[in-house]
């Protein structure tokens, strides 16, 4: 280190320059402070500055940077526009919106900056860059690629876009093998949208007396770590009715894990159990497999525990999982197992036909049938997506029970993103 070196002033000494500092002097420590890691005193820097000049672009475009590294969006936003606005063809403005967006979880509009950068850089490699991976986050995978091959026509780093290419290729295989979230597959939904909601209901046949009748409205936001969703639910039955809402999350955890997470609240307590809880966590074991643990707790009068264990593999379009619970309560022990094939005929994660078969044992000393009964059932639902944004639900079930009751059902449901 040479021995001359000294360190740089305290940022205080930047807040208070010469009282016959230039604008052009002003507006430099402005930059140092931004490019030194103290982007709010730069902020406070720039502020000055649009005092002595109003609508100035360089520094609306430098306050603007600024406050994306404070995270300070919406601000950054109105300040990198006004510059877009005012000098439409200045490139450096329209990285920034395009970083802004990028690095705010929202590709689309990043792409649109960037292609706006491209068409006045075209010949830079690092715009093209840029615009890839953009697309990447928006999921839009041969795009992407192709901004490839175009930063690479370029003059690109040639080690960069080959560790880029690298990474995309397995990002297309399970583009065309999809690998959506076993436990719901609207839980991973298609990269591009932060917003789904639901709306279904069913009816079922139990034989003698009225048909019960169920329905769910459901919304869900979808982050870069997983979604969160609220739920309202209502149920008829036997002449009853019954009200519940529910929060469901699910989050990404270490490599290859992933947990579902789930609190709902009956106030009535009548047809839903007052207070339930759910926990599950998948982990994959490699080549398509992926096993899972979970913990159902009911609060009815009496406590009700469902534990649970999976195991499932990815095979080409098809998704296969045997799941066996164990249902303890007090004085009662239940057991079942469940058989789900879901083949995605369209080659994508969002159309597909699922069938499920199902057994069931309840060891109850209280029961009328000596102790022992058995149940059984099946269900064959499909699921289309019309276009990108619309879907539709529809499916039939039926089951019986220890005493040879049967049941039979018919479900429906809508489903809307963006």
């Known amino acids: 280190m040479p021995t001359d070196f000294q360190p740089p002033p305290p940022a205080t000494e930047h807040l208070q320059p010469a009282a016959n500092a230039s604008f052009d002097e002003q507006y430099e420590q402005a930059r140092a402070l931004a490019n030194s890691g103290q982007p709010a005193l730069a902020v406070a820097a720039y502020n000055a500055l649009l005092t002595r000049s109003p609508g100035n672009v360089d520094v609306l475009l430098g306050r603007g940077i600024a406050y994306t590294r404070l995270d300070r969006w919406a601000e950054a936003q109105a300040d990198l526009e006004a510059a877009a606005k005012a000098s439409p063809d200045y490139a450096d403005v329209w990285l920034a919106l ?46 992407a690629r192709a901004d490839l091959a175009q930063a690479r026509t370029a003059g690109g780093n040639a080690a960069e876009i080959d560790a880029f290419d690298a990474a995309l290729t397995p990002a297309l295989a399970a583009a065309v093998t999809p690998q959506p979230r076993a436990g719901n597959p609207e839980a991973a939904l298609a990269a591009g949208y932060t917003w789904a909601a639901s709306l279904s209901g069913s009816w079922t046949d139990v034989g003698s007396g009225p048909r019960w009748n169920d329905q769910t409205a459901s919304v869900r936001h979808y982050m870069q770590r997983g979604s969160i969703g609220f739920e309202t639910l209502r149920a008829h039955r036997f002449d009853q009715t019954g009200y519940a809402w529910a929060l469901d999350a699910y989050t990404d955890l270490w490599r290859g894990a992933y947990a579902n997470l789930r609190y709902q609240r009956a106030p009535s307590g009548r047809l839903f159990p007052e207070n339930a809880g759910r926990i599950e966590i998948w982990q994959s074991l490699g080549s398509g497999w992926e096993a899972s643990l979970s913990d159902d707790v009911l ?120």
């Open 98 to 143: 395009g970083n802004l967006h990028q690095w705010h979880d929202q590709p689309e509009p990043a792409i649109a900056a960037y292609s706006r950068l491209i068409d006045l850089r075209p010949n830079d490699p690092a715009s093209w860059l840029a615009r890839a991976r953009a697309y990447r986050a928006a999921g839009k995978l041969a795009e």
């Open 299 to 418: 609060g009815f009068d009496s406590r009700v525990n469902i534990y649970g264990v999976s195991l499932a593999k990815y095979v080409g379009n098809w998704y296969v999982q045997l799941r066996h619970q164990n249902i303890v309560s007090d004085g009662s022990h239940s057991s079942g197992d469940r058989l789900l094939a879901r083949y995605y005929y369209a080659g994508d994660a969002d159309s597909y036909v699922e069938a499920t078969a199902n057994r069931g044992r309840s060891d109850d000393p209280l029961s009328l049938a000596g102790g022992r009964a058995r149940s059984g059932g099946g269900s064959l639902t499909w699921i289309r997506y019309w276009s990108r944004d619309w879907g539709s639900k529809v499916g039939v079930n039926v089951s019986r029970d220890g005493n040879d009751a049967r049941e039979r059902g018919l479900s429906f449901g809508l489903y809307r993103r963006w």
